[in-house]
């Protein structure tokens, strides 16, 4: 059963299409990558599943249940414009935004207490904001985000403003909250992190899905049976040893060692490439190349972008 | 319901623990008790007597001018240029000059000073002057009329016989016209009336309103820009609506101005009150309104007997009286809980559009454009105050204390004057329409406006954002 599923939704701005009929389903204690270019409607997307603004067509369902206001209590949102009150003290600030979020004013402040404390930053409770560092603010509000303990967490470009210090304790928190049975919608631009954290995507662009799945299996999908071969002992050129059907796409050298890489057609495999070279060269070594997200990312979106989306559903 | 008043006790204690709010709420009625006292400390002050020579060739005048508090008079009996020499020598004020005219009536006088004279001297002179020459002339007009009445009579020709008589006969004659007006109210009850109590109250409880809309409702539409440019507002419509945060922030400064208000008029009456305890000598003369402080036991009556025995006194204790008697001939109960609901009625219709404005930009700079339609039913509301209280019947101040935008100050002249309950009932009744309208439309831009940046919206942006869906 999924914990969030979104039907069939639009969205419209007067001309501008925001959403154009997209679905997904979102697993429960999954980590959930939602990707796109910028303007590709993610944000309208994390908003209407916000109940910020509604859609046009088609519904969302929270475990099954179509939204209602009660919901936001179940759903954490860290927008990617965020911000806090620059007047007003931290630990009033962080204990009004858990009390908007529906918890009572006893079992917000313990809560904080505890997030405060793990993140130990229990001395800034009674600072402004404003003397806090940008880095400082996002601690506090990724704690807001996660205080009431929604079954649902929303992270848009979580670790902007973060070094990398503290971009692995968030990363390891983020880990944590799954681990603790919630759900989390990671919307970024960070490919790398993408790989890292999430279990399923979908990617958007120009208001329609054009992809969505699991890592493994997209990148599984988007392979292009690509070897990267590394030999020795073999100065001549290798074009002329290779079977013809064989696509050499990129070949260096580097101390001795030489590093080709080759495209192979569907129907042979590392083996017969092995076969083809062993005669002339010495190997040292052989990897399939796998397409990173990011590849995947730009290859999708710029076939989608030609006008020829047909293209993606033959790879 | 429980987020509104979580997001109004936000707006409301982070307002009245800033330091500028406590600041303004000790230096308000400070100023405002100034402006009471102040003008009462300098009138009664000793001012620093100033010398005025008089150079009169008529002779007539030279000893009618009388020193006073502020000013001594000095007789020169020498001609014009030696007195000016004597002026500058002696660091005199200022050098009056009488000169002689061909028939004996002068009509002008000159005054030499080096610096402006006051009005207040120049007004004292030419009320002598005046009052001098109107003597001379009934003087030689009864010797003329007792020479025709009784030939071969001979008068002298400045008898103080005829002066005598003719100063009694001025005096006699002097007159103090007041005007009374009565409202004949339902059921035949006279009540004294002032159109000037009218007119004070009137004012002065549409400029509060005036002043609250403004200075309040910009404060919303600050805290709104605030909330945008922090970047906090999209964490918190994740909680609650917008529509809520909204109501929420205009209902919470709302709070924070009627608290303030209270605290002014509180502190201010302790500050007046704790003036008049320390100084009550002050307080005897001037305005009309410490008068009935001071005199509260004086009966009309007495103030009748005194002032036909001194023509020439003050008439101001009368006037006090009068006011005191003309506004309470205003209907107060009526009158407060207009007030009450004009001024937040007012403030909630204007405090929605201010917040919408405040959505729909990204910095204060920006507002300037969508302020002017707002502000201008409001300051046309002011400019129309005087026609208002000249014609508080006319159709133009009927139509204008209905419209929502311009009722809540023009209503408030209006109700001194007196309106019947249909028309007040009517008039509410259309602004509370006016405020759910204005809260609507505002609604409609502040849920889109919030969420939108760094985008130079214009009327045609507002408009499609009004007609935008869910």
Not at chain 1, 14 to 24: C, G, M, Q, R, Y
């Amino acid at each position: 059963m999924a914990i969030l599923t979104v039907n069939n939704v639009s969205k419209h701005f007067a001309a501008l299409t925001a959403l154009n009929k997209v679905s997904i389903e979102i697993e429960p204690q999954s980590i959930f990558g939602l990707l796109g270019p910028n303007g590709a409607g993610k944000t309208t997307l994390i908003r209407i599943i916000n109940q910020i603004t509604g859609p046009d067509e088609g519904e969302v369902l929270l475990e099954n249940q179509k939204l209602k206001p009660d919901h936001v209590y179940s759903i954490g949102y860290l927008p990617e414009e965020r911000g806090l009150y620059k007047k007003m003290a931290v630990g009033e600030q962080a204990l009004y935004l858990a009390q908007l979020k529906g918890m009572s004013r006893h079992d917000a402040i313990q809560k904080l207490k505890f997030w405060f404390r793990k993140f130990e930053i229990e001395s800034w409770w009674n600072k402004k904001v404003e003397e806090l560092s940008k880095g400082m603010q996002q601690k506090v509000q990724f704690i807001v985000t996660v205080v009431h303990e929604p079954k649902l967490l929303i992270f848009d470009e979580p670790f902007s403003g973060f070094d990398p210090i503290n971009v692995n304790l968030l990363k390891d928190e983020i880990l944590e909250l799954r681990r603790k049975g919630s759900t989390i919608i990671f919307s970024t631009h960070n490919m790398a992190s993408v790989e890292e954290l999430c279990d399923n995507i979908a990617l958007i662009n120009k208001a329609n899905k054009v992809l969505d799945g699991s890592v493994k299996e997209i990148k599984k999908s988007h392979k292009t049976n690509t070897y990267e071969l590394h030999y020795k002992n073999f100065e001549g050129e290798l074009k002329s040893v290779l079977n013809e059907r064989f696509e050499l796409t990129d070949i260096r050298n580097e101390d001795g060692i030489h590093t080709a890489v080759v495209k192979l057609p569907k129907d042979a495999g590392p083996n017969d490439l092995l076969a083809n070279l062993m005669p002339h060269a010495s190997i040292t070594g052989l990897n399939e190349i796998i397409p990173s997200m990011n590849d995947i990312f730009i290859t999708t979106v710029n076939a989608f972008n030609q006008g020829d989306p047909n293209s993606l559903l033959a790879n | 319901m429980n987020k509104i008043f979580l997001i109004i006790r936000r707006e409301y204690l982070t307002r009245v623990r800033k330091r500028s709010f406590i600041v303004m709420t000790v230096l308000g009625p400070i100023l405002m008790a100034a402006i009471f006292v102040i003008p009462i400390y300098f009138a009664t002050m000793q001012d620093e007597k100033r010398v005025i020579h008089v150079v009169d060739e008529t002779g007539l005048f030279i000893t009618k001018f009388s020193n006073n508090d502020n000013y001594i008079f000095i007789p020169q009996y020498t001609d014009l240029e030696t007195a000016k020499k004597t002026l500058k020598q002696t660091e005199g004020y200022a050098l009056l000059y009488i000169p002689r005219t061909e028939l004996n009536v002068p009509s002008q006088a000159m005054l030499y000073s080096d610096k402006q004279p006051s009005l207040n001297l120049t007004g004292y002179i030419s009320g002598v002057m005046n009052r001098e020459i109107e003597k001379q002339k009934l003087a030689a007009e009864i010797r003329h009329q007792i020479r025709l009445s009784t030939p071969g009579y001979e008068v002298a020709a400045d008898s103080a016989a005829d002066n005598l008589m003719s100063e009694t006969i001025l005096k006699n004659i002097k007159t103090n016209v007041n005007i009374i007006t009565y409202k004949i109210e339902e059921g035949g009850i006279e009540k004294k009336s002032s159109t000037e109590a009218n007119m004070i109250v009137g004012m002065v409880a549409s400029l509060m309103i005036y002043m609250f809309i403004f200075m309040y409702g910009s404060l919303v539409m600050r805290g709104v820009i605030e909330e945008k440019t922090n970047r906090i507002v999209e964490v918190i419509v994740s909680s609650v609506k917008p529509f809520q945060l909204m109501l929420g922030k205009v209902i919470g400064v709302a709070l924070v101005g009627l608290t303030q208000f209270l605290l002014w008029v509180v502190f201010t009456a302790i500050l007046v009150g704790g003036f008049q305890q320390a100084f009550p000598e002050k307080f005897k003369m001037p305005s009309a309104q410490e008068k009935f402080v001071t005199n509260p036991q004086m009966q009309p009556q007495n103030i009748k007997t005194e002032t036909t025995a001194n023509l020439q006194a003050d008439t101001g204790n009368e006037t006090a009286n009068q006011i005191l008697e003309a506004v309470s001939s205003i209907n107060f109960p009526v009158m407060i809980i207009a007030f009450i609901f004009f001024f937040i009625g007012g403030y909630l219709l204007y405090g929605a559009l201010f917040a919408g404005i405040g959505s729909a930009v990204d910095n204060e700079a920006d507002t300037q454009q969508f302020m002017l339609p707002v502000t201008v039913p409001l300051i046309f509301a002011i400019v129309m105050m005087q026609y208002v209280i000249n014609n508080p019947e006319g159709p133009l101040s009927w139509w204008l204390s209905m419209i929502p935008f311009t009722s809540p100050v023009i209503m408030m002249i209006r109700i001194p004057f007196g309106v019947p309950y249909g028309q007040l009932a009517l008039s509410a009744g259309l602004l509370i329409a006016g405020f759910l309208a204005t809260t609507w439309v505002a609604a409609k831009i502040y849920r889109t406006g919030i969420l939108m940046y760094g985008k130079k919206v214009n009327y045609a942006e507002l408009w499609k954002w009004i007609r935008y869906k869910g």
